[in-house]
Protein backbone atom coordinates (compact mmCIF):
# COMPACT_ATOMS: atom_id res chain seq x y z
CA UNK A 1 0.00 0.00 0.00
CA UNK A 2 1.53 3.19 -0.63
CA UNK A 3 -0.04 7.05 0.22
CA UNK A 4 0.42 9.92 -2.09
CA UNK A 5 -0.13 13.88 -1.06
CA UNK A 6 -3.58 15.44 -2.56
CA UNK A 7 -2.95 19.02 -1.42
CA UNK A 8 0.01 21.71 -0.84
CA UNK A 9 -0.46 21.31 2.78
CA UNK A 10 -0.13 17.58 3.31
CA UNK A 11 -3.31 17.86 5.15
CA UNK A 12 -4.81 15.24 2.85
CA UNK A 13 -3.61 11.90 1.31
CA UNK A 14 -5.10 8.72 -0.70
CA UNK A 15 -3.93 4.92 -0.61
CA UNK A 16 -2.91 3.62 -3.60
CA UNK A 17 -2.31 0.06 -3.78
CA UNK A 18 -0.60 -2.28 -6.17
CA UNK A 19 -4.28 -3.10 -7.46
CA UNK A 20 -4.75 0.14 -8.28
CA UNK A 21 -1.52 0.43 -10.10
CA UNK A 22 -1.77 -2.67 -12.09
CA UNK A 23 -5.17 -1.76 -13.52
CA UNK A 24 -3.76 2.30 -14.51
CA UNK A 25 -0.74 -0.81 -16.89
CA UNK A 26 -3.09 -2.94 -17.75
CA UNK A 27 -5.29 -0.20 -19.40
CA UNK A 28 -2.82 1.94 -20.36
CA UNK A 29 -4.54 5.04 -18.82
CA UNK A 30 -0.89 7.38 -18.64
CA UNK A 31 -0.47 6.59 -22.33
CA UNK A 32 -0.30 9.70 -24.41
CA UNK A 33 -2.11 11.65 -21.51
CA UNK A 34 0.34 15.00 -20.55
CA UNK A 35 1.34 17.22 -23.47
CA UNK A 36 4.51 17.48 -24.80
CA UNK A 37 4.93 20.71 -21.91
CA UNK A 38 4.55 17.45 -19.45
CA UNK A 39 2.86 19.49 -17.00
CA UNK A 40 -0.42 18.05 -15.22
CA UNK A 41 -2.74 19.89 -14.53
CA UNK A 42 -6.87 20.00 -14.23
CA UNK A 43 -7.24 19.22 -18.09
CA UNK A 44 -5.43 16.41 -17.83
CA UNK A 45 -7.04 15.08 -14.73
CA UNK A 46 -10.45 16.25 -16.61
CA UNK A 47 -8.88 13.72 -20.06
CA UNK A 48 -8.09 11.00 -17.63
CA UNK A 49 -11.41 10.96 -16.42
CA UNK A 50 -13.30 11.35 -19.50
CA UNK A 51 -10.83 8.55 -20.53
CA UNK A 52 -12.07 6.02 -17.52
CA UNK A 53 -15.73 6.55 -18.29
CA UNK A 54 -15.25 5.76 -22.02
CA UNK A 55 -13.61 2.54 -21.13
CA UNK A 56 -16.03 1.66 -18.37
CA UNK A 57 -18.73 1.77 -20.84
CA UNK A 58 -16.88 -0.27 -23.34
CA UNK A 59 -15.31 -2.69 -20.60
CA UNK A 60 -19.26 -3.13 -19.17
CA UNK A 61 -17.86 -1.89 -15.88
CA UNK A 62 -15.03 -3.93 -14.96
CA UNK A 63 -14.36 -4.91 -11.69
CA UNK A 64 -10.88 -3.57 -11.12
CA UNK A 65 -11.61 -0.22 -13.41
CA UNK A 66 -14.86 0.39 -11.21
CA UNK A 67 -13.05 0.45 -8.31
CA UNK A 68 -9.68 2.46 -9.43
CA UNK A 69 -12.40 4.86 -10.96
CA UNK A 70 -14.48 4.68 -7.68
CA UNK A 71 -11.39 4.66 -4.70
CA UNK A 72 -8.72 6.87 -6.82
CA UNK A 73 -9.96 8.47 -10.17
CA UNK A 74 -13.05 9.78 -9.18
CA UNK A 75 -12.14 10.48 -5.21
CA UNK A 76 -13.23 13.80 -3.97
CA UNK A 77 -8.93 14.43 -3.46
CA UNK A 78 -8.14 13.62 -6.47
CA UNK A 79 -6.86 17.04 -7.64
CA UNK A 80 -4.28 17.64 -10.13
CA UNK A 81 -1.61 17.76 -7.59
CA UNK A 82 -2.91 13.89 -6.54
CA UNK A 83 -2.55 13.29 -10.19
CA UNK A 84 0.84 14.62 -10.43
CA UNK A 85 1.60 12.60 -7.53
CA UNK A 86 -0.15 9.17 -8.94
CA UNK A 87 1.89 9.24 -12.00
CA UNK A 88 4.86 9.60 -10.09
CA UNK A 89 4.09 7.10 -8.10
CA UNK A 90 3.31 4.45 -10.97
CA UNK A 91 6.52 5.40 -12.72
CA UNK A 92 8.35 4.63 -9.75
CA UNK A 93 6.27 1.50 -9.03
CA UNK A 94 7.06 0.45 -12.93
CA UNK A 95 10.93 0.99 -12.94
CA UNK A 96 10.66 -1.29 -9.14
CA UNK A 97 8.62 -3.89 -11.51
CA UNK A 98 11.17 -3.85 -14.15
CA UNK A 99 14.34 -4.09 -11.67
CA UNK A 100 12.76 -7.04 -9.97
CA UNK A 101 12.63 -8.86 -13.15
CA UNK A 102 16.18 -8.69 -14.44
CA UNK A 103 18.96 -11.24 -12.87
CA UNK A 104 21.74 -10.62 -11.48
CA UNK A 105 24.34 -10.48 -13.32
Known amino acids: MYKIICNMKGSR ?13 KYSLFVNLLD ?3 IVDD ?12 LLERTDGSPDLVTLAHEVIF ?6 LALHQLILL ?12 VPAE
Open 75 to 80: HENMKA
Open 90 to 101: YLDWEKDKIAAN
Open 43 to 54: MILEKLQLNVRS
Open 13 to 25: TMAISDKHLETLE
Open 36 to 38: SNG
